[in-house]
T-cell receptor
Framework: KQEVTQIPAALSVPEGENLVLNCSFT??????LQWFRQDPGKGLTSLLL?????REQTSGRLNASLDKSSGRSTLYIAASQPGDSATYLC????????????FGTGTRLQVTL | GAGVSQSPSNKVTEKGKDVELRCDPI?????LYWYRQSLGQGLEFLIY????????KSGLPSDRFSAERTGGSVSTLTIQRTQQEDSAVYLC?????????????FGEGSWLTVV
């Protein structure tokens, strides 16, 4: 059974810092990995999707990497801003279960002024 | 529509009553998912619809939960004889095809409280 872990559970950084969020998964047989953002009381917004054949994806100040063999992904946020404050979730789709995302429990990020 | 739409956004119901939650996926999306997010918990897969294929119901927690998707578009999640442990946010999502190769888009959820 796939298990997805995110460390740290919570993180507080001052504005302007670069930061890294970590995601690990136990079963490397995945189709893809997605990073999402969830604001309080809101649904999830997809940030980046990395296919299993890819090593990284970039969107603006966000860069996500994937090391499938070691079961790890990182989300790098450059020059953090208070508007980046949210919970960040990673999720994987396993081969053979193309319908289901297995989610981590998230990292709650606060960027302070 | 522009995004995944869910209704009601909030629902308070008495224990033992039935509730229906509705989801309007993004137009043209063939895949539709329901997830549940309980307080302090991760997202839990409930059910998946893909086109005209039989739905994947493997995540439904009990036979009190059911879902249907009419005409390949709107979906309704029904919870019968609600219990307090059913209190959670119910999130619907859609994608152009199976999540294996497609970005998945979530609605803002239906917040269910069973009192």
């Amino acid at each position: 059974k796939q298990e997805v872990t995110q460390i740290p559970a919570a993180l507080s950084v001052p504005e302007g810092e670069n930061l890294v969020l970590n995601c690990s998964f136990t079963d490397s047989a995945i189709y893809n990995l997605q990073w999402f953002r969830q604001d309080p009381g809101k649904g999830l917004t997809s940030l980046l999707l990395i296919q299993s054949s890819q090593r990284e994806q970039t969107s603006g100040r966000l860069n996500a990497s994937l090391d499938k063999s070691s079961g790890r992904s990182t989300l790098y946020i450059a020059a953090s801003q208070p508007g980046d404050s949210a919970t960040y979730l990673c999720a994987v789709v396993n081969t053979g279960t193309a319908s289901k995302l297995t989610f981590g429990t998230g990292t709650r990020l606060q960027v302070t002024l | 529509g522009a995004g995944v739409s869910q209704s009601p956004s909030n629902k308070v119901t008495e224990k033992g009553k039935d509730v229906e939650l509705r989801c309007d996926p993004i137009s043209g999306h063939t895949a539709l998912y329901w997830y549940r997010q309980s307080l302090g918990q991760g997202l839990e897969f409930l059910i998946y619809f893909q086109g005209n294929s039989a739905p994947d119901k493997s995540g439904l927690p009990s036979d009190r939960f059911s879902a249907e998707r009419t005409g390949g578009s709107v979906s309704t999640l029904t919870i019968q004889r609600t219990q307090q442990e059913d209190s959670a946010v119910y999130l619907c999502a859609s994608s152009q095809g199976p999540s294996a190769g497609n970005t998945i888009y979530f609605g803002e959820g239906s917040w269910l409280t069973v009192v």
